[in-house]
């Protein structure tokens, strides 16, 4: 008798590669960065936390949605951001030739980490609130697309790890600046970074 095989959905599959990736598999970076239909899975994983936070808060109360939607879409804009700036620093600053697709392939996956930002909504959905915790949680995602980029800089891109270091930290610097930026353009001049 035939046995069914059991096959996880795919949005589960990315996380679990999404997973890998920050667990330094260097088989599955390669596998992510050169599959062309990983490209929208690595979009799919940017999205969860944002759509899930949007929906809980659409949940929750009505009256502000629109507001916390555009709250929710400043880390996932500030990651997509930064996922390309990192190609382009060690594009122009250290004449590597980068496919910034494959990057943004393996470090859409890589921003797995995002998902912990739907514990303090969720948190706050049942009435317990902590201060600065999904700012906490987001940065948690953030170090995660940093640690992956600065791996994908070593092994696949084989910058030193000098070269590695600055095009981190100029990376680090996109996001809290596209972070500031989203957030004045989407929330408006009383938009507290961090």
Known sequence: MDTL?????????AVKDGISILKRDKAKVSEVFGKQSATTWAIVVLLIPFVVNTVISLITSADYWSVMMRFYAIPMLSAAGGIFVVGLIAQYAFKVKTDFMGNFRVLGYASVGMILTVVPVVLGLLGVYFADLYSIT?????????????NLLIDHYRLNQQNAVITIVGMGIGFAILQEIFGRVLIGGFYAFM
Do not use: C, N, R
């Open 5 to 13: 095989v059991k096959k996880d959905l795919p949005v589960i599959s």
């Open 138 to 150: 987001g940065w948690v995602g953030y170090v995660g697309i940093l640690f992956a980029a600065y």
